[in-house]
């Protein structure tokens, strides 16, 4: 059963900013964010939309099943080994992982989403010559997405808002899911350190 958005999860799909950064806990819903802003994107004839996850193997265990099922109606042709889908409308989805950013160089975008920022290595070098540039001829948008993991990059990505009026951060934590038993968050709060249930919950 497809679940619908929370509240929160709607906060962010609806708000106009290009650049959404997002902070949130463990099973808070990125994945059903992302697939759903994703998909609302594909709608749009001759979209080119790319989910990044920090390897290609997680790109495939996180979003690649979901994304073939939800839109095998409106696929043309599905690419596994590439992770490629291509809709009858035009629209392509594809997912990478951060190994092979260099990969998406010179290409073009409307929408890039980019998921568990702070796992990944050199972002803001990656993110200046080979990602931003995928946006500019179509003045395409990011999503960004990520558990905080201390005060590196995604810290800095997410207080850009203070300095750039095209982005916009959001903070959540994984009690705004309402598909979620409190009681299993608490659980996890017995179990884990302070620090450790702040950063990940």
């Not at 059963?1 to 959404?20: D, W």
């Not at 596994?80 to 951060?98: A, H, Q, T």
């Not at 990011?142 to 207080?159: A, C, D, M, R, V």
């Amino acid at each position: 059963m497809e679940l619908s958005l929370t509240e929160s999860q709607k906060t962010i799909a609806i708000n106009p900013h290009r650049f959404r950064v997002l902070c949130c806990g463990r099973r808070w819903g990125k994945t059903t964010l992302a697939i759903d802003q994703i998909k609302g994107r594909a709608t749009i004839p001759n979209s080119r939309i790319a989910y990044i996850a920090p390897t290609y193997q997680q790109a495939r265990d996180i979003a690649w099943e979901v994304l073939k099922k939800d839109c095998k109606e409106a696929s043309e042709s599905i690419n596994e080994s590439r992770l490629e889908i291509k809709l009858v409308n035009d629209s392509l989805i594809i997912l990478r992982g951060w190994e092979s950013i260099e990969t998406l160089r010179g290409q073009r975008f409307d929408l890039v989403v980019i998921d568990e920022i702070a796992m990944m290595r050199n972002f803001e070098l990656a993110w200046e010559e080979v990602i931003r540039p995928t946006l500019t001829d179509t003045k395409g948008e990011g999503l960004f997405i990520s558990t905080p993991k201390g005060f590196n990059h995604f810290y800095e990505l997410f207080n850009k808002e203070s300095k750039d009026k095209d982005y916009k951060s959001f903070h959540f934590t994984t009690y705004d899911n309402q598909h979620i038993p409190i009681d299993e968050i608490n659980k996890a709060k017995e179990e884990l350190t302070e620090d450790r249930f702040a950063q990940e919950y």
